[in-house]
């Protein structure tokens, strides 16, 4: 069992920046491909960023250049930078940890961004 608690959503303006965090507790966190999806206003959850438990990551198009992610494993932690949010970038955003090989995958309860234009 993983439990996943994100903090760091806000409001903010065009052009400025966010970090979100991504706490995990109760498994091994190194076995864990890790990841941010999120959530727009009758839209389908979609795919952010994701950082694989050797590092490998992948963004998704409508990011790339702009959001960083990073885990730092000593301290079960998942970050999200996030530089020139775009309005379209609001959205709840959600931490997953998945377990390749098994149907181990866990979501966070998600943080709320709001870019104003």
């Known amino acids: 069992q993983v439990q996943l608690v994100e903090s760091g959503g806000g409001l903010v303006q065009a052009g400025e920046s966010l970090r979100l965090s991504c706490a995990a507790s109760?498994?091994?966190?190194?076995?864990?491909?890790m990841g941010w999806y999120r959530q727009a206003p009758a839209k389908q959850r979609e795919l952010v960023a994701t950082?694989?438990?050797?590092?490998?990551?992948n963004y998704a198009d409508s990011v790339v250049g702009r959001f960083t992610i990073s885990r730092d494993n000593a301290k079960n932690m998942v970050y999200l930078q996030m530089n020139s949010l775009k309005p379209e970038d609001t959205a709840v955003y959600y931490c997953?940890?998945?377990?390749?090989?098994?149907?181990?995958?866990?979501w966070g309860q998600g943080t709320q961004v709001t870019v104003s234009s």
């Open positions: 997953n940890a998945r377990r390749a090989g098994t149907q181990l995958n866990y």
């Open positions: 950082i694989s438990s050797r590092g490998i990551i």
């Open positions: 109760g498994s091994i966190f190194t076995q864990y491909a």
